[in-house]
């Protein structure tokens, strides 16, 4: 799995309030998008999410894979994260 | 100091005047009064408490400069007008050309020449445009019904149908560019200008050149909700480094004097600002500015007094206006006090 970067000038609030100052726009993430984010954003790689997400949330290993594939496809889209 | 200050009519499709005073007034070395030049009676910005200490009907720069002169001496001699702020396109033409003689008469002004209102008309952007090397749709100026048919096969539909002064429509094929030619002939006249339609998001820059080269300030703004008249109704300023050099390049090569607004579209293909206009005068939102922690307007009063300023070097991202509709309520005394005085 590829690792990942988000850029610096993006922030997220506690309540997953995502603003991209380049563009102007503004996100909202659930909790658990939320927290990804912000594992990302600390530069953690996918294996190291992977364990810390299973750890608290009743999903198994290959549905997170496919839910946390889409959800780094949305965040490019977006521009909100670079694939390293 | 006494400013004097035009465009107060703060409808949907609002004049900077009031913004423009709002800004003036919020700064902390701001110690004068407001007179506002109006062509309206029911211009909403004479019936905001706070703003204008006094409002004046002038006429219509269309019904002669000497006309506007005259009107401008005889407010002068009651009021001692120090500076006079234009912030309506339609006339800034005629105020820069009557700018020496208010310099006689001892009124202070700080626009744009003749020639930096001629680069920016939309006719002559593209020009302007191509050699500085600054992206801009292709566009081709129609003057005659038959121009229509020498628009270039290079031109993808839909294609941006623009008046000289105001008005634009989307046309999808050649038919809908025959009746946005005529609609807009009849009502501003030629050339027509027939532009390629860049998909993408708008942003806008509202900024200040000194008329050296120099730029003193620069805010940029992503609309967040836009009317049906494509006026922004709340935008947020934003951090692009690649769209304030290229401002500040556009304000370089023009050597600007004056405020501002630059209109840009970043094209989804290419990732690519393209300058779409440039509004020789601060747009209605630049009250933003100054809450963003650049006071443009000011700063411009404190150029055209002969003072020197250093640039501004960085505002507040994150900063988000939204416009308001807001009934102000007053009574047939002052509303006839204008309408037959000229003045309140």
Redesign the interface.
């Known amino acids: 799995m590829n690792s990942f970067n988000i850029p610096p000038?993006v922030a997220v609030s506690d309540t997953g309030f995502v603003?991209l100052?380049?563009?102007?726009?503004t996100f909202t993430l659930n909790e658990i998008g939320k927290e990804i984010f912000k594992q990302l954003q600390q530069g953690k790689g996918y294996d190291e999410i992977v364990d810390s997400i299973l750890s608290f949330y009743d999903i198994d290993k290959n549905s997170f894979e496919r839910d946390f594939n889409d959800f780094v496809m949305q965040l490019k889209n977006y521009s909100l994260v670079v694939e390293l | 100091m006494n400013i004097a200050v035009t465009g107060l009519n703060a409808t949907d499709n609002p004049g900077p005047g009031i913004p423009v005073i709002r800004s003036i007034k919020a700064h902390p070395d701001f110690n004068g009064n407001i007179i506002g030049l109006i062509y309206d009676s029911l211009e909403p910005g004479i019936y905001m408490e706070e703003m204008a200490n006094k409002c004046y009907l002038i006429p219509y720069p269309s019904s002669g400069l000497d006309m506007l002169l005259e009107r401008i001496s005889a407010i002068h001699e009651k009021e001692k007008i120090d500076l006079i702020i234009p912030t309506l396109d339609s006339e800034l033409y005629g105020f820069a050309k009557i700018k020496d003689r208010l310099s006689e008469l001892g009124i202070k002004t700080f626009l744009p020449t003749i020639q930096q209102l001629n680069i920016r008309a939309k006719d002559n952007l593209f020009d302007f445009c191509t050699s500085h090397e600054i992206k801009v749709p292709k566009n081709i100026l129609l003057t005659s019904s038959n121009d229509i048919y020498k628009i270039p096969k290079d031109f993808k539909y839909p294609v941006v149908v623009k008046g000289i002064f105001y008005d634009a429509y989307i046309a999808n094929n050649f038919d809908e560019i025959k009746t946005a030619f005529h609609k807009m002939s009849a009502k501003w006249g030629y050339p027509i200008i027939v532009q390629e339609f860049i998909k993408g998001n708008e942003f806008n820059v509202v900024a200040l050149g000194d008329g050296t080269g120099e730029t003193i300030g620069a805010v940029p703004m992503k609309k967040l909700y836009i009317t049906d008249k494509g006026k922004g109704w709340a935008g947020i300023t934003i951090d692009d480094p690649n769209l304030l050099n290229l401002s500040k390049k556009i304000i370089s090569k023009t050597k600007w004097k004056s405020g501002m607004e630059l209109e840009y579209i970043k094209s989804e293909e290419t990732n690519e600002y393209y300058l779409l206009e440039i509004n020789p005068r601060f747009p209605a939102w630049v009250y933003l500015a100054p809450n963003a922690g650049q006071n443009l307007p000011y700063a411009l009063v404190q150029l055209a007094m002969g003072e020197t300023i250093k640039p501004f070097e960085q505002y507040d991202v994150g900063t988000i206006f939204v416009r308001a509709a807001w009934d102000l309520i007053t009574n047939l005394k002052a509303f006839e006090k204008i309408a037959i005085q000229g003045e309140i």
């Not at chain 1, 100052?21 to 726009?25: A, L, M, N, R």
């Open positions: 000038n603003f100052p380049t563009t102007g726009e």
